[in-house]
């Protein structure tokens, strides 16, 4: 039997199918080590953790790494929280980046739209002190559009947002402080409770984050 090549050209080969999403280094080398290189491409992606978790800091370090590599990156900002000085410090070139300020209810909107619009290596999405509410079909239509456009999207919140829609999510506790001279220092533990398969569970990492008094 002979398949007509209109047929043929909605088949995919097996060898695609097979082939690995790669990863988007978070600039944080034991983020990355725990994560298996990054957050995934082409997925969804979830940073959870409350203030002073250092949640800020990673995101921060995510986009200035994007944007080192040559990425198109843009961020969008639910309820206006990006510290310009802070963003410099932490090697975001802010002409370069695409800032978007949104209310909680048109955040995940704008993302949407940023999205579909096709040319991004990352988008992120912060929500602040915001705990996002979002219906299934949300998510969905995210997940659908990262994988189209080969966008990775990378949600921060304070609490769980997405639940299985993520490819992979870290978990912050809550970071201890501590003092060192004239430099303060946030030591936080991550947790990827979603991600590639673990042998021996969740793994761990800690971080730290250094900043002058």
Excluded: N
Aim: charged letters at 20%; hydrophobic letters at 45%.
């Amino acid at each position: 039997m002979s398949l007509s090549p209109e047929i043929l050209a909605h088949f995919v080969p097996a060898g695609r199918l097979a082939e690995p999403r790669g990863c988007l280094p978070t600039g944080i080398a034991p983020l990355d080590k725990m994560l298996g290189g990054g957050w995934p491409r082409a997925a969804l992606a979830e940073l959870r953790g409350r203030r002073s978790s250092g949640r800020t800091a990673i995101l921060y370090a995510s986009l200035a790494r994007s944007i080192g590599m040559g990425q198109s990156v843009a961020l969008v900002d639910s309820g206006g929280a990006l510290d310009p000085r802070f963003a410099v410090a932490a090697g975001i070139a802010l002409p370069r980046l695409l800032w978007i300020r949104s209310t909680p209810e048109q955040a995940l909107k704008a993302t949407d739209l940023l999205v579909s619009a096709g040319g991004f290596g990352l988008v992120a999405l912060d929500f602040g002190d915001q705990r996002p509410r979002a219906p299934s079909a949300a998510w969905i239509r995210l997940k659908h559009g990262a994988e189209r456009q080969r966008t990775t999207i990378l949600v921060a919140s304070p609490a769980s947002a997405m639940g299985s829609f993520a490819a992979a999510t870290v978990d912050l506790a809550a970071a201890a402080p501590r003092f060192e001279g004239i430099f303060f220092h946030l030591r936080a533990q991550a947790t990827c409770v979603r991600g590639k398969y673990f042998d021996e569970g969740p793994p761990c990492a800690w971080l730290v984050f250094s900043h002058r008094d």
